[in-house]
């Protein structure tokens, strides 16, 4: 049995961990609005809100693709779908949309309310910017989004930044002003008492089972048969979902997500463009589900995490249970999506060295549309340098070779010389033979050949603007 | 005011098909479709798949009752393949059973054994085997061929333009019931509930009376419904009709993307000449088109092709010539534009080429050339407006194209890794099917006894806003509050015989059709109430809900009297039909005044390149639009956005990549992208044509959904500029998409 909150409503319902939530919703719990666009993420025609209480006072909410979320993972949570956001009036977000014409086949529309509610739960301060970023992963084929902009803009100019300021993201009190304003249903207000009352069953990660991350790719990859696999997710492991700093070493557990980690206060320290860089990433709903751990065992060529991670020179904490073991992310992969991963082992750690104030980092990615696609080249770069000369230098390559590459040559020969024009394009050959890209949907080989030594380029003039203004290429 | 329709979608209240479908049980159908491009099939192992638990039954041609067969305009495509397939996807068996997952399972365990035959991809290969749907059509005007002589520049080339997937949110499905009698009832999303119908009648071998078909809304269509919801609606009457039982059939969007056909791709070559002054003299220009491996709507679409090739602008002469070509491809279908943007973009392309000779900007050629009052089109119509010049003049006056030109090379010049361009469209487009007898359409109106209004036509809401034209329209007739009107599903027993939703002529052909309905039980009303008062009927008027002799109010309101109507037994209902005047073409000489009338407009793109990543974004367009007395401004002004977006998405991300064997590779969302809200420009600024004249829509407004969509095409030029200033030498490509690799390959090539 799998116990949950829908809407208004307690609910149990006797199925499989692996049953993707869209479909109980719409088969099961016969609520008809959320809808299936794509069954994998790339349209969020199927959003729902997803509540899930973290200790005493805070009960956090996020926008999630339901065609990728397994229902052994909504145990004990709030799912709200648009039919959990009507009331006998119509919400400021719904207002607005219908003010706006924001709507015209209307089968995006319930998506774009859910996300814009779950802005609103998640903001700390109404940012424009991140309020179009909140619907980066809806995708609508009629409108050309202007009215969907317009929209939401006049839902956030009816607000007062003030008000969402004083109260935080999963408070009673954001509620209460979610409520105030219309924007919840008055039953928002006591589902977190609500939820604490349920009791979800424990789960064991018991040999044989898959272990699921954030189940962003599985779901796509195992699409027919995921429901009837024994599935253990992550997401229990509590332990896991910490990023924090001990000893020099900056440790991201193996349960953290894509999402946490671009709002993590430590990470903003590290790598503070990265909030803004990581928007590159995915969408939000699937960075809300997408862990930085599954990014890396799932071992594609061009996963972008992967490729940060391998610039840093992370290592990764591996525990079967038994044993743990410690391998650098340099050494991890062995073919394309090939690892040095036993089964039954469990990505715990990820952890690298907390960069100096000499190190400087930067992240480069290229795809067919800029906001949720898949690279077709992705660089990083983690440099420590002093007076413009490097001391010591990772640099990363996806999309250039049948796993993400760590490009070692480049790197030794980089090591200790002057960051000018003539060094830069000695070390942009030694890349160029490092690399073995393939002609596929992602673009031709001599396109990311040329793409890599591009975004090579731009590392160094994002990072040493005044040594290298301009080059020819 | 909040319009009926959109109230329903925010609060996810709208049903679309599949929604209406779960209400009782199903069966399901996957269908098993051709992992060959060509070939003979030499046999279907179907054996276990017939044993597999769950499994209703599995149906190939040889179960068809009726005539396998869904060609709509030429008879050249099986429902499921009898003995050859001619393109990876197509239907060869349906397994029905109780889930979609058995049913795919069982789909997959049927050996289909093929011998295989070299398949043709392009279209130029299958146009020098003479591969045609139909033979090729010429459309002339003066004598291109002595005009060259008279050219101070002649330039030629080769353009591309790839297809395009519909990428409607809501997939091809559909759900069928038996009725008694042996007769049958569809929900499908379609644009072509007749369509549907027909074929479905065809197939069983019954007669339409017996074929019923509901359709309350589509979650999209764009064309892709048009003609392609017909194989899937039919699929699931054909196994409903032999089990006897309610069969669903649903694609999941690989299933779709795989499946379906696309816009159109065309291969084309130009040849324009002009004077030094910029005056084009002369254009030829030869269409290869891409049809797919049946005929589809290809001729149609070729058709449309040509009577766009000369765009906004006069050209004294001219020689087209177009061919459909039968490729081993999903047959191609009807998309936004329906051929039109694909003339355009050879055209334009034309003038790019011809102002890199003569070294002036493009828009010198553009506004040189546009088309005026009296001017002829290779079809022989004559223009009847200058709403081509007033839309241009009108952006230039207020938008100073020259000045947002100047600003760019400001900008160009202090930025060396970012450039921006600047282009502009002139849009001319004809409205109406140019297969004159589809332009036809009925309206069945009921006015209830306590005032309430029903209303049943032909169109297909599907996003664009048809029901609230429609509402609309007989709102203003009436003069009634429009929350008293009610659209009602399109369904074949009330409305028989319905062109498709299609050629942006929903609200035209189905608005006019409703305004004749209601102007009919007007006049009962309006006799009545004078035959009452002792008055004349003309003095009699309904105005915001109140009915006036002489302009003084009397005591009855619209819902009073309605009432008192129905008691003295008068019809409160009417099914009135409209045809539009005065079109006819005469195919035998290419000549005829093919459409009701023109749309006009003109857009003016600007977009930045990232020069160092190849990466590119549209900052504005800025639109006149000829909407004619627009119905809704705000439902107009969506479709303009919403077109604008689609047309610079088939320019620039939109790319269809086929394997060797014409084995569609991008057949998801992750491999296909479509534009997201970061790719839509950052200012659409958009004004609607002042005093626009010679419009045939309902109340002097004009078709809108197509139109727009073209504009689209100045984001590709300006893009071109944007190129040039960084790499002057770059030579310009004629090959849509242009995607941010062909971008940046001609950046550093």
Not at chain 1, 75 to 102: C, M, P, W
Not at chain 1, 424 to 443: F, M, T, W, Y
Not at chain 1, 444 to 453: A, D, N, P
Not at chain 2, 464 to 489: L, T
Request: aromatic share 8%; proline share 4%; glycine share 8%.
């Amino acid at each position: 049995m799998i116990s949950f909150i829908i809407n208004d409503k307690e609910t149990s319902l006797d199925l499989r961990d692996g049953k993707t939530t869209l479909k109980t919703i719409r088969e099961n719990l016969r609520l008809r609005g959320s809808k299936k666009g794509c069954g994998e993420g790339d349209c969020g025609a199927c959003m729902v809100l997803l509540g899930e209480s973290i200790g005493e006072t805070t009960l956090r909410y996020k926008a999630i693709n339901s065609c990728l979320l397994p229902v052994g993972e909504i145990e004990g949570k709030h799912v709200v779908t648009i039919e959990g956001l009507n009331q006998e009036r119509l919400s400021l977000i719904q207002e607005a949309f219908a003010d706006e014409y924001a709507a015209q086949c209307g089968f995006c529309t319930p998506g774009f309310i859910v996300a814009v509610t779950a802005f609103l739960l998640n903001t700390p301060d109404l940012d424009r910017g991140e309020a179009i970023q909140a619907v980066s992963g809806n995708i609508c084929r009629c409108t050309g989004y202007a009215s969907i902009k317009r929209a939401i803009f006049s839902v956030l100019k009816k607000l007062k930044a003030s008000d969402f300021k004083k109260t935080k993201p999963g408070s009673d009190a954001r509620v209460k002003l979610l409520v105030k304003t219309n924007i919840l249903p008055p039953y928002f207000a006591d589902i977190h008492e609500r939820i604490k009352k349920t009791t979800p069953k424990e789960t064991s990660e018991a040999a044989g089972k898959i272990f699921v991350g954030g189940g962003t790719d599985i779901s796509v990859q195992k699409r027919e048969t995921l429901e009837n696999e024994n599935l253990f997710f992550l997401s229990q492991r509590k332990d896991l979902r910490e990023i924090f700093i001990d000893q020099g070493k900056c440790h991201i557990g193996g349960a953290v997500t894509f999402e946490e980690l671009r709002n993590s206060e430590i990470m903003a320290k590290i790598f503070p463009e990265g909030k803004k860089i990581f928007q590159l990433i995915a969408s939000l709903p699937v960075r809300n589900r997408a862990t930085v751990a599954g990014n890396i065992i799932n071992a594609s060529p061009i996963g972008d995490m992967t490729i940060f991670f391998l610039a840093m020179d992370a290592v990764l904490s591996l525990n079967d249970g038994k044993n743990k073991r410690e391998v650098p992310l340099r050494q991890f992969f062995k073919g394309y999506k090939e690892t040095d991963k036993k089964e039954n082992e469990i990505l715990e750690w990820i952890f690298f060295d907390v960069p100096g104030k000499n190190t400087r980092l930067h992240f480069e990615k290229v795809s067919k549309r800029k906001y949720l696609d898949i690279a077709s080249v992705n660089t990083a770069v983690c440099i420590t340098a002093k007076r413009n000369t490097v001391e010591k230098i990772g640099i990363s390559a996806g999309g250039v070779g049948p796993f993400p590459l760590y490009l070692s040559k480049t790197c030794e020969f980089l090591a200790g010389k002057k960051v000018e024009e003539s060094v830069i394009k000695e070390a942009l050959a030694i890349a160029d033979a490092e690399i073995s890209p393939i002609s596929d949907v992602r673009g031709s080989e001599k396109y990311k050949r040329l793409l890599l030594r591009n975004l090579l380029v731009s590392h160094f003039m994002t990072l040493f603007p005044k040594n290298l203004k301009e080059i020819s290429l | 005011m909040k319009d009926y329709d959109v109230l329903l979608h925010v609060k996810g209240e709208s049903e679309y098909t599949a929604d209406r479908a779960e209400k009782t049980e199903m069966l399901h159908i996957a269908i098993l479709a051709s992992s060959s491009p060509h070939a003979k099939i030499s046999a279907i192992q179907k054996e276990d798949a017939e044993h597999t638990p769950g499994v209703a039954g599995i149906f190939t041609a040889k179960d068809i009752p009726g005539k396998n067969q869904i060609g709509n305009i030429i008879e050249d495509e099986p429902l499921l393949a009898e003995k050859e397939v001619h393109y990876i996807g197509q239907p060869i068996a349906i397994v029905v059973a109780e889930t979609k997952e058995i049913a795919k399972k069982a789909a997959g365990s049927i050996q289909v054994i093929f011998e295989e035959m070299p398949p043709v991809l392009s279209p130029r290969e299958a146009h020098s085997k003479n591969r045609f749907i139909a033979p090729p059509r010429i459309f002339s005007l003066g004598d291109a061929e002595k005009a060259w002589a008279d050219c101070d520049v002649v330039v030629e080339g080769t353009v591309e333009s790839g297809g395009q997937e519909h990428l409607y949110l809501e997939t091809q499905n559909a759900f069928a019931k038996p009725k008694e009698g042996g007769g049958i009832k569809i929900h499908s999303s379609t644009q072509s509930p007749t369509a549907v119908q027909k074929t479905t009648a065809q197939i069983l071998g019954v007669p339409m009376h017996q074929v019923e078909v509901d359709v309350l809304r589509l979650g999209g269509g764009f064309g892709g419904k048009e003609d392609q919801a017909t194989p899937y609606a039919t699929m699931s009457a054909l196994a409903a009709f032999l089990l006897k039982k309610p069969v669903q059939i649903s694609l999941n969007r690989s299933e779709d993307i795989l499946l379906t056909g696309k816009r159109h791709p065309y291969s084309s070559d130009f040849k324009i000449g002009l004077k030094k002054d910029g005056t084009i003299l002369a254009y030829d220009v030869k269409f290869y088109q891409n049809s797919g491996a049946a005929a589809d709507l290809s001729t149609a679409i070729l058709e449309r092709t040509l009577f766009h090739t000369t765009g906004s602008y006069f050209i004294p002469n001219v020689r087209a010539y177009a061919a459909a070509c039968r490729t081993n491809l999903a047959p191609n279908t009807a998309y936004r534009g329906f051929g039109g943007p694909q003339a355009m973009f050879v055209l334009e392309s034309a003038i790019y080429r011809a102002a890199e000779r003569l070294g002036v900007d493009p828009i010198v050629i553009q506004q040189k050339n546009l088309t005026k009052a009296g001017d002829e089109f290779p079809y022989g119509m004559k223009n009847l407006s200058d709403n081509a010049i007033r839309c241009f003049e009108e952006a230039d006056q207020k938008y100073h194209i020259a000045d947002i030109k100047n600003r760019a090379q400001k900008w160009n010049e202090d930025h060396p890794q970012s450039k921006k361009g600047v282009a502009v469209m002139p849009l001319c487009f004809g409205i109406s099917f140019t297969s004159t007898f589809l332009n036809q359409a009925s309206a069945l109106v009921h006015v209830y006894n306590d005032g309430s209004v029903g209303v049943s036509t032909g169109a297909i809401e599907m996003g664009q806003g048809v029901n609230a034209k429609i509402r609309e329209v007989i709102a203003r007739v009436f003069s009634i509050n429009i929350e008293r009107i009610k659209n009602e599903s399109t369904n074949t027993t009330r409305n028989a015989n319905t062109s498709p939703t299609a050629a942006s002529s929903g609200a035209d052909l189905n608005g006019n059709a409703t305004k004749l309905a209601c102007e009919e039980i007007i006049k009962r009303l309006k006799a009545y109430a004078a035959s009452k008062l002792g008055a004349t009927p003309e003095q009699i008027e309904i105005k915001n809900e109140k009915v006036l002799c002489a302009g003084k109010e009397t005591a009855w309101n619209w819902s009073k009297l309605v009432n008192d109507v129905y008691f003295e037994r008068i019809g409160l209902s009417c099914l009135a039909h409209y045809a539009t005047p005065n079109i006819f073409f005469d195919k035998t000489k290419e000549k005829g005044n093919a459409f009701a009338y023109h749309t006009f407009g003109t857009a003016i793109a600007e977009t930045t390149l990232d020069c160092l990543r190849g990466t590119y974004s549209v900052d504005s367009v800025k639109i006149i639009h000829d909407a004619g007395q627009t119905l809704n401004e705000t439902i107009d002004r969506g479709q303009i956005e919403g077109a604008l977006l689609q047309g610079i998405g088939w320019l620039t991300m939109e790319e269809l990549v086929y394997g060797k064997n014409g084995k569609l590779l991008t057949k998801d969302l992750s491999s296909y992208k479509i534009p997201d809200i970061y790719s839509a420009p950052e200012e659409i600024s958009i004004d609607f044509l002042k005093a626009s004249d010679y419009a045939t829509g309902p109340f002097n407004s004009k078709a809108i959904g197509e139109p727009p969509f073209m504009y689209g095409i100045a984001a590709y030029f300006s893009l071109l500029n944007a190129i040039k200033a960084f790499k002057p030498e770059a030579k310009a490509v004629f090959d849509a998409p242009l995607t941010p690799e062909k971008v940046f390959l001609s950046l550093y090539n």
